[in-house]
């Protein structure tokens, strides 16, 4: 079965800081890869995704993820953090088949410093 | 861009009775939807995969009876938690995949915040 791994459940950054989050899943084929923020109160939205192609994937926000597939990872990094980026970052696999289901990570929760 | 609006948005209810949860997308076809739950500080757990036209294909552990789930038409699907209980107050969240999208798009709903007391 597919499965999405985050290791940093929370992290605390300054301002200016550089952030790098890890993402590690376990699956064999082809897979379609997402990173997804969730905004304090707000909805799920997506920041980046990796379906084929150039595995350095750029996103929105300034954020972007690298696909390494002999590691099976997919880390989101911004080179400077914001206040306005604290949120929760969740990292979600897609395998394929019939259903196209998305699998999630835990999330790790992110709180910059002004 | 595509849109799902998730309803109710948060809603409170007595142990026993049942509560619907819909989930439409307003500017787009949606052969399947997703309905996810998600617990404080944890990540979205998928319960089940809502096709259009036939019956939801539950994740393991998922009860069935319990969260019903109807795909009636291409753009709503509901969930109804049957007599509920405290332990299944919990965040909601919907997801939506447009139909024929090649580029594996998903949008999500603003989820439903359900308490049972």
């Known amino acids: 079965a597919q499965s999405v791994s985050q290791h940093n459940h929370h992290v605390i950054l300054s301002e200016a800081a550089s952030l790098e989050l890890g993402c590690n899943y376990s699956?064999?084929?082809?897979?379609?890869l997402f990173w997804y923020v969730q905004y304090p109160g707000q909805h799920l939205q997506l920041l980046l995704k990796?379906?084929?192609?150039?595995?350095l994937v750029k996103g929105i926000k300034g954020f972007e993820a690298e696909f390494i597939k002999s590691k099976f990872s997919f880390n989101l990094r911004k080179p400077s953090v914001q206040w306005s980026d604290t949120a929760e970052y969740f990292c979600?696999?897609?395998?394929?088949?019939?259903?196209?289901?998305?699998?999630f990570g835990t999330g790790t929760l992110l709180a910059v410093q002004p | 861009g595509a849109v799902v609006s998730q309803h109710p948005s948060w809603v409170i209810c007595k142990s026993g009775t049942s509560v619907k949860i819909e989930c439409r997308s307003l500017?787009?076809?949606?052969?399947?939807m997703f309905w996810y739950r998600q617990f404080p500080k944890q990540s979205l757990m998928l319960m089940a995969t809502?096709?259009?036209?036939?019956?939801?294909?539950?994740e393991q552990g998922v009860e069935k009876d319990k969260f019903l789930i109807n795909h009636a038409s291409l753009t709503l699907s509901t969930l109804t938690v049957t007599s509920a209980h405290p332990e299944d107050s919990s965040f909601y969240i919907c997801?939506?995949?447009?139909?024929?999208?090649?580029?594996?798009?998903?949008?999500f709903g603003s989820g439903t915040r359900l308490t049972v007391v």
């Open positions: 979600a696999v897609n395998a394929g088949g019939a259903t196209n289901k998305l699998i």
């Open positions: 990796y379906f084929s192609g150039d595995p």
């Open positions: 997801s939506a995949r447009m139909t024929g999208a090649s580029n594996y798009g998903y949008t």
């Open positions: 809502s096709n259009e036209g036939s019956k939801a294909t539950y």
């Open positions: 500017d787009f076809q949606a052969t399947t």
């Open positions: 699956y064999g084929g082809t897979v379609n």
